[in-house]
């Protein structure tokens, strides 16, 4: 009779020592971030735009340098950062920041997703559209030039 309890008691610290050495192991490779990987970093402009870097801070905020290719200097009026490419939350620009052809800027824009201002944790990755509100300075017709952004927080 001893001997089965010692049998049962031996087979029970086995299989619970295996259990609790593969929930460690679990533990550690979800707290890595190995079966999570992050997107990769992009940004994606229509033709006469280019991003040449960008920034995520914490609160939200893109700090995001981009290049003007257009045919014709251009006025920004306005810059928006969303998780879809609504035009609600654009930032105005007064006095509109004038662009020649291959000069650049770098915006400093609030992101938002549905639920309000996009905050994230240090690699957290923000994935949305970029709106760039601007006047044509040849031609005084308004614009909006589109683009897709995957910023990670740094």
């Known amino acids: 009779m001893f001997m089965k309890g010692q049998s049962a008691m031996e087979y029970l610290m086995t299989y619970g020592w295996a259990i609790l050495v593969a929930a460690v192991v679990i533990v550690v490779i979800f707290g890595s971030g190995i079966l999570n990987p992050s997107l990769p970093e992009q940004c994606i402009l229509q ?11 914490q609160n939200g905020v893109l700090s995001i340098n981009i290049i003007q290719i257009t045919s014709s200097p251009i006025n920004v009026t306005a810059v928006g950062c969303n998780e879809n490419e609504s035009v609600l939350n654009m930032q105005p620009y007064n006095p509109n920041i004038m662009l020649q052809i291959d000069s650049n800027y770098t915006f400093n824009v609030q992101c938002y997703t549905g639920s309000g201002k996009f905050t994230g944790t240090p690699g957290a990755s923000f994935k949305g559209f970029l709106l760039i509100n601007y006047t044509n300075i040849e031609t005084g017709l308004p614009q909006i030039a589109y683009g897709q952004i995957v910023a990670r927080v740094t």
């Open 47 to 57: 033709a006469g735009f280019q991003c040449l870097n960008s920034y995520m801070a």
